[in-house]
Nanobody, 124 residues
Framework: QVQLVESGGGLVQAGGSLRLSCAAS????????MGWFRQAPGKEREFVVAIRWNSGTTRYADSVKGRFTISRDNAKNTVSLQMNSLKPDDTAVYYC?????????????????WGQGTQVTVSS
């Protein structure tokens, strides 16, 4: 059983930056693809970015390409999401997710484990 805990959310002005982190425990972190998803008020949860388990291959949603960067540190069992040039539309609860031996897909049902989420609010 893998436990995921997100941190780093907060309130930021449009154009600003935030860095989210997700700490994993209870499993072999390097064996998991890691993804970030988000859910805005009144909307369904959507894919943001993912990184494959056995390589640095990443996949980004079009809406965040060029602004967000995912990275992982297998030695520290963490995955981070650097968010730059934030927009009010990026306001959402951001969730970290893990997929055992996953390819880093954009499909929520591929991910077995989820964190509790961290709120990101971007003011205009």
């Amino acid at each position: 059983q893998v436990q995921l805990v997100e941190s780093g959310g907060g309130l930021v002005q449009a154009g600003g930056s935030l860095r989210l982190s997700c700490a994993a425990s209870g499993g072999t972190f390097s064996n998991y693809a890691m993804g970030w998803f988000r859910q805005a008020p009144g909307k369904e949860r959507e894919f943001v970015v993912a990184i494959r388990w056995n390589s640095g291959t990443t996949r980004y949603a079009d809406s965040v390409k060029g602004r967000f960067t995912i990275s992982r540190d297998n030695a520290k069992n963490t995955v981070s999401l650097q968010m730059n040039s934030l927009k009010p539309d990026d306001t959402a609860v951001y969730y970290c997710a893990a997929d055992n031996y996953g390819m880093g897909t954009d499909r929520q049902y591929d991910y077995e484990y989820w964190g509790q989420g961290t709120q990101v609010t971007v003011s205009s």
